[in-house]
């Protein structure tokens, strides 16, 4: 039994990093996006994300 919860345990930490990575992408991506949109004159330049 304890080597299911080890198991789970690794599996939950790969899941939780992976998601972590995912966040860190799709901030970057944001980002840039918002960076453009104002180059473009679609934002306002004082338009604030989150």
């Known amino acids: ?3 299911l919860g080890f198991v789970f345990g690794i599996i939950g ?3 939780g990093i992976a ?3 995912f966040a860190i992408i ?3 991506k944001l980002d ?3 960076s ?3 180059e473009l004159n679609v934002l306002s330049n004082d338009f604030k994300s989150g």
């Open 1 to 3: 039994m304890q080597d």
């Open 13 to 15: 930490m790969s899941m």
């Open 19 to 21: 998601g972590f990575s």
């Open 26 to 28: 799709t901030m970057k």
């Open 32 to 34: 840039n996006l918002e």
């Open 36 to 38: 453009k949109l104002k």
